[in-house]
């Protein structure tokens, strides 16, 4: 059965690693390594080395010719890698075992649930999974009260069945089943879903990617494409403005924008306080008037609404996008002789 991804909970998005994902899932585990040599039965010495997380994510790349699914989860205002799981086929027919672990930045705050519980929804509803397994091990109280919250049953402890990587001591797993997805904890879950609408309802696969270091060519070219006309309007000088785009361009705050395959364009956000600051938008002048920047804006809502928070933009004042901005929305917070400065408040869920 081909897997449909991604995954997408209010919080999270999960889909199946790549290489572009391999600098932050490894920083996560070398601050995480310590539990994870308590916890996990994989975590031993030679398991911590970056070529490992590489190895492991190439492992799983092939995923649509994979019975199971390895996933990764990333946070959807901010796109950090936060959370691991899977879904591992077992010996027994159409029954699958699942796990996790968090990155310790965002431990405690229920990632870990939300994730397993989206991948546990994922075996029941397409994979046709009849039931998930899950243990964990003797003393890891935060991984029991996962389980029993997502609702397991309990099955058996299996005594002295597993040596701890950290120390070498033998430990009793607690052995959980779960044999329907009704007794899981209410979640709003999604799969496959990356087909959005345009304005007039024609359907537009768009996709949020990273951004890596080679982008940034193509996102100066698409800024200065689309502000040229205002850089001259205003007389604003051009070296000035290269300047002050090299130095507030950042990775970790820069999203690529996918129409059905093909990088059309660029965004720049970044969390203040209970803001989600949408700094830059672009989109090539070739994919425009296709409902694209509409829709971004819309998941960027979404996303924020989420998380409680409010969506800000500044417009130049001769800039039409206001009026994009206003038919979602926003309003008009405060003005000065160059820009709009707009906000639009979360919506109450």
């Known amino acids: 059965m081909r897997h449909l ?18 600098d932050s899932m ?25 070529q490992a997380m590489e190895d492991s994510i190439r492992r799983v790349m092939d995923y649509q010719n994979q019975a199971g699914i390895a996933l990764a989860g990333f946070h959807r205002i901010n796109g950090d890698f936060v959370v691991r799981t899977a879904l591992d086929l077992t010996d027994e027919q159409d029954v699958y075992e699942t796990g996790y672990w968090v990155a310790p930045k965002y431990a405690g ?3 870990a649930t939300e994730a397993a519980n989206a991948a546990i929804r994922y075996g029941f509803g397409h994979l046709g999974a009849k039931a998930v397994t899950i243990g964990y091990y003797d003393g890891n ?20 069945t597993a040596t701890r990587c ?19 904890p209410k979640l709003d879950v999604s799969w496959g879903q990356t087909i959005a609408l345009d304005l007039q309802n024609r359907p537009v696969p768009i996709e949020l990617r990273p951004a890596f270091d080679h982008d940034f060519e193509y ?24 300047t002050g785009f090299r130095q507030q361009w950042n990775t970790t705050q820069v999203r690529i924008i996918v129409f059905d395959g093909t990088d059309v364009g660029w965004l720049q956000t970044v969390r203040q306080d209970d803001e989600l600051f ?4 672009f989109v090539e002048s070739r994919f425009q008037r296709k409902g694209i920047g ?6 960027l809502i979404s996303d924020a609404t989420a998380f409680n928070l409010a969506v800000r933009v500044n417009v130049v004042r001769i800039n039409p996008a206001r009026r994009l901005y206003e038919r979602l929305g926003f309003r008009v917070t405060h003005q000065d002789d160059r820009k709009f400065y707009m906000k639009r408040d979360a919506d109450v869920v």
Request: charged residues 30%; proline residues 6%; positive net charge.
């Open 166 to 184: 950290l120390d070498g001591a033998k430990l009793d797993r607690h052995e959980y089943i779960l044999t329907s997805p009704d007794a899981l």
């Open 278 to 281: 949408v700094g830059q938008m």
């Open 294 to 299: 509409t829709q971004v804006m819309k998941r």
């Open 141 to 160: 109280e935060p991984s029991r009260r996962i389980v029993e919250k997502l609702g397991f049953q309990k099955l058996r402890v299996a005594h002295n």
């Open 26 to 50: 490894q920083t996560a585990k070398e601050e995480a390594w310590p539990d994870l040599q308590r916890w996990m039965s994989w975590a031993f010495d030679n398991q911590r080395s970056r």
């Open 5 to 22: 991804m991604p995954i997408v909970t209010p919080r999270l998005i999960l889909r199946p690693p790549t290489l572009g994902d391999l």
């Open 109 to 111: 705050q229920g990632m």
């Open 219 to 242: 996102c100066r070219r698409l800024y200065f494409e689309g502000m040229g006309w205002i850089i001259e309007e205003l007389h604003l000088d051009r070296t000035a403005q290269e």
